[in-house]
């Protein structure tokens, strides 16, 4: 349940539109788009990261009276990409998260695209986004077994 006692919540998010993608098909323009935004979802640390979203597109609860979802404890790359994935349909996304620095090749690298799959996997599963829950398990399922040798500076 959310605060305010309404049924929408962080396992709701991705219902509607992780079942099928016709509903999904032309609605990317809608994607964190204020216009007719009916509810906010925050998420990241501190709540700094803010989607305006649709509840008709992300939830099978879109009469839920929730104005807002805090979404805690989530990979806030992971959660962008569950979201884009509920309004554009397509559940490709980037092998590394943004911000990281590394070196090409490396096991940090390595390191880094197996974290980053198991978020986007585990945000899946929590807002019950099926196709992209699919995509993050076969992206990992691509990741080579010997990650390439360990980089370290010597100063």
């Not at 986004?129 to 990992?140: D, F, G, H």
């Amino acid at each position: 349940m959310a605060s305010d006692g309404s049924s929408l919540t962080h396992s709701s998010v991705g219902e509607r539109a992780g079942r099928g993608n016709k509903l999904q098909t032309g609605f990317s323009e809608w994607c964190n788009s204020k216009a007719m935004s009916d509810i906010t979802i925050r998420y990241g640390p501190d709540g700094s990261h803010e989607f305006f979203g649709h509840k008709i597109i992300l939830s099978e609860s879109s009469e839920a009276p929730a104005k807002e979802i805090p979404l805690q404890g989530d990979d806030p790359d992971a959660v962008t990409i569950m979201l884009r994935a509920c309004y554009e349909g397509k559940n490709e996304y980037p092998a590394e998260p943004v911000n990281y620095a590394y070196v090409e090749g490396s096991s940090a690298h390595h390191a880094i695209q197996c974290i980053h799959h198991l978020n986007v996997y585990e945000v899946a599963n929590k807002s019950n986004v099926p196709n992209l829950l699919n995509q993050a398990i076969s992206n990992a399922k691509k990741m080579p077994l010997n990650p390439g040798p360990i980089v370290t500076t010597r100063g």
